[in-house]
């Protein structure tokens, strides 16, 4: 009776002690950024950046999108989505003839790594890269479009950014940007932090036009109006210290 109980503490303990490692692991796989590499057994590596030392990016591991809709009656083409194999962030809003309604879209490519060393230093992130798309405005109505760098310290929750090109149009206006672009942002880095640099695009089109009145509200960066389109995208990025 004796060995029985034993037995069935034993089982108990080792019940619980499996509990506890399934909780401590699953622990250590949140503290890793969303669409990052993690750590793991025979996987991809950790993208790093040493503290100190200069790095140059040419890939993206992560990217984020959305869209959003407000008002009635529009005939509208919406659309929103990232490629991070190319690094491309794409959007489309474009509203047509009737309606008042909003469109609003935005998309993010990038890439994630981890900062190794000790302390912190302050770095300049240099972004290279393209855009190229349509921003266009007919009658009642109102289009624009903001193209952005942006570095995010994951572990504090600070964010740094700068804005790449940002045209926008209204009433009668017809813009066609393409242009190579390399901008800078400084940013503050610290060991044991992970961080995120990312392309961002975000575009909004508003239509405010009803019968006999008929209108346009473009922004067209991307492939979701059932053409090739245009969009942004970056070459390389530079952690400069």
Known sequence: MVARRNNGARKRKTAVWIALFWVFALLAVAVAPVGSARRGGGGTPVPTVELGVDKTWSTANWGNSGTEMSGLGCTRYLGAGYDTVNRRALVNTWAILMGFCTLEAFADVGQSFFVTGS??????VRMNGHYQGEVHALVAASSSVSIELHVKDYTAGTEWSTVIANPSCGAA???????????????????????????????????YAFFPVLGEAKVDFGPYDDDSGGGSSYNWFLVDF
Not at 119 to 124: D, E, Y
Not at 178 to 198: E, I, P, Q, T
């Open 173 to 207: 206006c017809f813009i066609d940007p393409n242009s190579d672009f390399d901008k800078s942002v400084v940013a503050k880095f610290d060991a044991g932090h992970w961080y995120l640099v990312y392309l961002h695009i975000y575009a909004k089109a508003s239509l």
């Open 119 to 124: 302390g912190s230093m302050v770095a300049s």
